[in-house]
């Protein structure tokens, strides 16, 4: 048997990354995992994304950016002061949870550790729902880092390297549909950004979550304190 | 008078990036200096980064990225089981010294305090004496991530936002001309790599800056433990 080819990808914990691990161990990668404590109020994902690295028995690393919490200001996902947003995650409301520059941040990161590792791929989960709040979740985006980051490592990472996010034109409910596929544990991922004991059912993520599992037509396992505010929450 | 624009500077307490820093306060920018900590052996250098935003009056941050030197592993820069090599800075011997993408991920991370500060500029101090061992710090990789960079932060950053490298095609002695015609206290900046008392005169590093003095035809004010060991070491 081939060895297999390494892949480093990011998790946060959540569904969407969650289901992109059990997705890479499906398709036969080597996959190692990255996730970040970088302040996030929400840091029980962390102990979701241990979960899933516990279930694949895969390596899993978290570094630790909080140095860079004071650095970088005005974000409701970092900054204490800041109320996190209810309703519908949409672009006029959801703005504040971004981190700055947070994905090139990550992704620079784990092409480190990738060129390190000797791997071809370095992955994450972003889909097309975050495209209209987060410029740095778009395909171009990615498309331009992946061109730098070549450039940055020729000579030492593999000659087949390449950050890619294979759910860019993917729709959440199609990832809760294909984690379903997948056999994912979902109670194992986190998404609310308020890190209570359980999702609160308010919050951006939260009514994200519970939208695309309606969509899908997958039963949600998430236990939410308020269950059904989703389907009043206003669409942008 | 109008308010002067922001420009995020990356110091590591060396040479070339203390003249870059004077450089920008002379054209006028608002200067932020970024400096990390990221397990480096030559520690040192952060106190030299110290001095110069005391000297030159500007905000200075320092973040801690330790946790990533385990991830990234490997580099005599941060490993103190592999030995520093010595002789003159050539791509042979001083491949060893590259930390796996340390350009990209102290580039992502000033960006994002630039986008916080709404600074127009990310500046470093890479020069072409670099383009042959580092990959990271060639004139198309710069290029490239400021493509990606302006992309990941639309509508957040300032419209003219841009990492720039105004050093990508001068030579090291040019900083040095360039430096002393600004008055930078030389003695205020620390280049070598073995973290002694003073310059040890047979890293790459000091051999480099030696020779770039002598090459400038100014008076190189350095202590080297051994300072004639430039003229001896080989070039590639």
Known sequence: MEPRHKA???????????VLAYNLMDSGWDVHLLSVNYGQRHKRELEFAQRTAAALKVEH?????????????GSAL?????????????ADNMAITVVPNRNSILLAIATGWAVSLGAKRVAFAAHSGDHAIYPDCRPEFVSAL?????LAN??????????FGPYLNVTKAEIVALGHALRVPFVDTWSCYE???IHCGK????VERAEAFALAGVNDP??????DFWKTALKA
């Not at 992946?146 to 070549?150: D, I, L, S």
């Open 8 to 18: 480093v990808s990011l998790i946060s914990g959540g569904l969407d990354s969650t």
């Open 61 to 73: 690393r978290i570094v630790d950016l909080t140095s860079l919490n004071q650095l970088l200001q």
């Open 78 to 90: 970092t900054d204490a002061a800041v109320d996190v947003p209810h309703g519908h995650y949409a």
């Open 146 to 150: 992946n061109a730098a980051e070549r």
């Open 154 to 163: 020729e000579g030492f990472a593999d000659e087949d390297f390449r950050i």
């Open 195 to 197: 890190g209570g004991e």
């Open 203 to 206: 919050c951006g993520t939260c």
């Open 222 to 227: 998430t236990e939410y304190m308020e269950p």
